[in-house]
C-alpha cells in the first residue's frame, strides 16, 4: 500500500463514535471504533487473531469487544481476556490497539509504527469553538484519495463544474500565489477576488446583494487536513487596521482527506460559519447546498479513477499554471510516503 | 515567515509563472513543473530564462550563479524587474550581473 504512514488522520466526526461498532479501514488498515463508558474512543484492529473474523460484526460486553465467531473477548487496550472453552490465554491474544485522540470535533487515528504525538495533529478551531456553526458531512469516494487533493487544492474547477453554486467566471481568472513551507510541510494557495460577482452559495446565505470581496486562502496540511479560509464581504469593504474583520463573513471549509483504500477515499467535508448562527434556514440551505458541490466533485473523480484504471501503462498527463499548488501537494505527499 | 517558504505568483492570462525562493532569487518560468524544478534547486539556482525578457543574457558560467534579485519584501511585480539591482543571492557573483 503506498500511504504516508505515521501520519494521524481523520477516522470520524466525534459524534459517529458511541455505543455501536463503527468499521472503517483507514489506508488499508480495517479498525473498530466504540466508546467506552467512561467516554474515550478506542481503535482496535478489526480482525480477531482467531480467525480473522471482524470484530465489527460482534457484540459489546460493557467495555470489552466480544467477537461474534468464536467469542474472543478483547479489552480496549487489545489484550484477550477470555476464549471458549478453555482458561488458558495464549500470550500472543492481542488485537493491535491504535492510537486516537478526539480533537476539534474530530476522531483522529494515527496509523504507523513509532511516537503518536498528539501536538503533531493539525488544527481546525472553527469546528467546536463559539461563534461559529458548523455543517457537515462525509462520502465515500471511489477515487484514491491523490484525486481529492488535486481537486481541492485547484478551485479554478469550481468555474466549471460548479457553477451555479460556488463558481464564478472570475475563479478562474484572478491571480494566485502558491507558496510551500517546507519545514512546516505546508501548501497555502491563495486567491484575493476584487469587486466580482456573489456566487448564489454567499448570496443566499449572507444576503449580500451587490458585488462583493472574495478571498480564498488553503492551507492544506498533507496528508489529511486542507482548510480553505473564505471571506466574503461587500465590495471594498477591508479589514479595520487593528486586524478586526467582524464585519466581514468567514466560512472555514475543512475537509478531512482520508485514504481508506488505494482507490477508495473518505471525503470528510465540512463548513463552519460566523454569521447567520440563529438561522436554521441558512444552516439547511448551506449544508444542501455544500452536499451538492461535494457530489458533483464525487461524481467526478469516480469516473477518473474508472479512466485511471482503465487506461495504458505510462499514461502521460498535462500540467500547467493551474496546477502548481497541486503538484506542490503531490510532492510533499511523495516525500511523506517515501519516508514511511 | 520560515526559511523554507517558496512562492510561485500567477496570474491568470499571464503565460508565465514566477518563482520566489526564500534566499531571495527569482525565476520566471513557463509552467508549474519548471518552477517548482528551479526553486527545488536552491542553493543551485539555474540561470537564465529571465534574461530573454529583457533581451540580455544572464548566463553566468558555473552553477549558483543567481539571475535576479530581489532584497527581501520586494516586489515581483514583473514591472519592478528593470529597476531590481543585482543579487543579494547567496551565491551571487558579481559576473552574473546584467548591466
Ligand atoms: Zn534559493
Known sequence: MVFPRNQWYVAAYGEEVGDGLLARTICGEPIV???????????????????????????????????????????????????????RIPRTARVPVYPVVEQDSLVWVWIGDGDADPTAIPRAPWLAADGWVVVRGMEPLEAR???????????????????????????????????????????RVSRRMKDVECPPFYANSTGIKGRIDRWQDIEYQPPCLYLLHSRIAPAGLEPAPDGDDSAAFHAEIVYGITPSTETTTFDFWMVARDFALDDPEVTTYLAESNRTVVMQDVVALNLLEKVIATEPEGYQELSINIDTGGLAARRLLQRMTDGS | MSDALLRVVWSPGSDHLTGVCHCGAEYRADGP???????????????????????????????GASVETVGHGASIEASDREASVETLGHEASPEASID
Not at chain 1, 145 to 164: A, C, F, K, P, R
Request: aromatic share 8%.
Open chain 1, 145 to 187: 484519495y491523490e484525486l481529492l487533493v488535486d481537486n481541492l487544492m485547484d478551485l479554478s474547477h469550481e468555474t466549471y463544474l460548479h457553477g451555479g453554486y460556488i463558481g464564478t467566471p472570475e475563479v478562474a481568472e484572478t491571480p494566485i500565489t502558491t507558496s510551500v513551507d517546507e519545514e512546516a510541510g505546508v501548501v
Open chain 1, 33 to 87: 471504533f466504540y466508546r467506552t463508558r467512561s467516554g474515550d474512543a478506542v481503535a482496535l484492529a478489526d480482525r480477531c487473531v482467531h480467525r480473522r473474523f471482524p470484530l465489527s460484526e460482534g457484540h459489546r460486553d460493557g467495555d470489552r469487544l466480544v467477537c461474534g465467531y468464536h467469542g474472543f473477548t478483547y479489552e480496549p487496550d487489545g489484550s484477550c481476556v477470555a476464549v471458549p472453552a478453555q482458561k
Open chain 2, 33 to 63: 513543473i519548471e518552477v517548482w524544478q528551479w526553486l527545488l534547486a536552491h542553493p543551485d539556482h539555474e540561470a537564465g530564462i529571465e534574461a530573454a525578457d529583457h533581451g540580455a543574457s544572464t548566463e553566468a558560467p558555473g552553477h
